[in-house]
């Protein structure tokens, strides 16, 4: 019942999202002048959070844009209302609506509704990994050096967080191509789905991880930090890949632990 309520969402908050898109729309600022939200973001949450409150009115809510109640439930749904904000903004269309759910700590559904392609990428604990009616499965590349990878860059980046511009260099080196959607949660499906054999990033939030964490390891990929261990939705250093190539990006992360 999660899931269909959870897909049925999806679309109804991408419809929010797209009917928004290269329309007038207020901007502000959060942080920086790189951090932006837009009254598509708040429309989008409210429709999700309302939607929550009507059929789950005893689970939590964790969203980006401030909603957050009721942590204590057994359920919680993570959201990122309008992942990638600043290429809607600016009218490239790539950005999602990701939605996870968790129980009692564990992510047991997924699903990111990649808006302007019109496809929603969805995973339920144990039972794999789909676009649609099709399967997902990660990548079988298992050498570095013929790999594409993703990456995000966080807000301040300016200010070189964690060494992001030092491993960027360096994967640019080592790898035959690196991209830059700026849409975690598109990131994560497309390692799912064989596109990245891996993606990385120095500073994610809950809900950019949620959904697809699950949707990359349904898939048969692998989901670890930095340092190859096992992650949750509050860790920040992310690396996702086919499995294949983890330890040898792993050994390009190592000097940046």
């Known amino acids: ?62 969203a980006e844009e401030g909603s957050d109640f009721n942590r204590s439930s057994d359920y919680l749904w993570v959201i990122d209302p309008l992942d990638g904000t600043t290429n809607f903004a600016h009218g490239l269309p790539i950005f999602a609506v990701s939605i996870g759910v968790m129980k009692n700590g564990e992510i047991i559904a997924g699903a990111v509704n990649d808006v302007m392609r019109d496809k929603i990428y969805f995973a339920e604990k144990g039972t794999g990994a789909f676009e649609g009616e099709r399967r997902l499965s990660v990548g079988s590349n298992e050498i570095l050096k013929h790999s594409v990878l993703v990456t995000g860059f966080p807000y301040d980046i300016a200010n070189n967080p964690g060494n992001a511009l030092e491993i960027f ?41 949620c959904a697809g964490k699950l949707i990359v390891e ?16 509050f860790t920040k250093r992310i690396l996702a890949s086919n499995g294949k190539i983890q330890e040898p990006v792993l050994e390009v992360l190592k000097p940046y632990l």
């Not at 929010?16 to 708040?42: A, M, P, W």
């Not at 692998?222 to 261990?229: I, L, N, S, W, Y």
């Open 169 to 209: 260099v360096e994967f640019i080196k080592k790898t035959r191509a690196i991209r830059r959607l700026g849409a975690a949660s598109i990131d994560f499906c497309y390692v799912a789905d064989g596109v990245f054999d891996a993606f990385w990033e120095v500073h994610l939030s809950p809900w950019d991880i």
């Open 218 to 233: 349904e898939a048969g990929g692998v989901v670890t930090d930095f340092h190859g261990k096992p992650t949750d939705i």
């Open 1 to 62: 019942m999660v899931l269909d309520k959870l897909l049925e969402l999806s679309v109804l908050a991408g419809e929010v999202v797209r009917n928004g898109f290269r329309k007038k729309i207020n901007i502000q600022y959060k942080t920086n002048d790189s951090n932006l939200v837009t009254e598509i973001d708040k429309k989008s949450e409210q429709v999700i959070v309302d939607y929550i409150s009507k059929n789950f009115p005893s689970h939590g809510i964790l």
